[in-house]
């Protein structure tokens, strides 16, 4: 981008052109180039908090450049005309982690797992609009995993990779006798320590797994079936 001050049409303190050519006037007018090469920024965000108030990692890879657009090359001419590149990848990488924070932020613990378009457009749209106030635009934006210390996200992502719940045999469920969470492992029963009985089924969060189909096999072939209800129960009779 060729950057034109000095004296310049208008009240412009400069004007700016990407492409094309233009006559300098010698003693009123000066000029420089602002570098259109893309500037890719590591961002190893750890400890962010979430919607929750979980501490999430979310280590990253940025591209950004100097805007082409009207607005943008004036608000770049105006305040990174002059600066080595190493001057505005340091701008440009403290306005990153300030704006993923607050978009991390915004999203819970769940959402972040499971939906990393919504993640990855959240924290684009963040990170846009605090370059834009520099001139500088966003190129490209990569997440390259999301973790958490506690490991909640991993124990998240298994669960929901697992699909509905389902009883067998030979799978652990997460029921009590009387707080109804995770205790034992099943073994194998008799149809009369089954019938009459209720289990309830909560995910990670402690809610209610509503409308989920429930199959439990017993001694001698016999199976139960059964739905969840509103409260994540279901009966076998």
């Known amino acids: 981008i060729l950057v ?17 050519a233009a006559f300098i006037w010698p003693v009123i ?24 108030g979980n501490r999430v990692n979310a280590p990253s890879t940025f591209t950004v450049g100097i805007s082409t657009e009207s607005g943008g090359m004036s608000r770049a001419a105006e305040r990174l005309l002059g600066q080595p590149l190493s001057a505005i990848e340091a701008l440009a990488s403290e306005i990153i982690f300030s704006q993923m924070r607050l978009a991390i932020g915004e999203l819970d613990t769940e959402a972040l797992n499971s939906d990393r378009d919504l993640l990855i457009g ?34 998240l992502g298994e669960w929901a990779s697992a699909g509905k719940p389902e009883i067998t045999e030979n ?36 809610k209610p797994i509503e409308r989920a189909s429930v199959e439990l096999k017993v001694l001698y072939g016999r199976e139960f079936t ?9 009966k076998f009779g």
């Open 29 to 52: 007018q000066a000029f420089e180039y602002m570098d259109l090469t893309p500037i890719q920024i590591d961002c190893p965000l750890h400890g962010v908090l979430d919607k929750d």
């Open 171 to 206: 799978v652990s469920i997460p029921i009590e006798p009387e707080q109804k969470n995770i205790s034992s492992s099943l073994t194998p029963c008799e149809q009369w320590h089954v019938e009459g009985s209720e289990l309830q089924f909560l995910d990670l969060k402690d």
């Open 122 to 155: 959240k924290v684009a749209q963040y990170v846009e609009r605090g370059l834009t106030k520099f001139g500088l635009r966003l190129i490209h934006v990569h997440i390259k995993d999301i973790t958490d210390e506690s490991g909640y996200l991993t124990a």
């Open 4 to 20: 034109i001050y000095g004296k310049t049409k208008g009240r412009q303190s400069s004007m700016c052109l990407h492409g094309g």
């Open 226 to 234: 059964g739905t969840t209800d509103n409260e994540g129960v279901v």
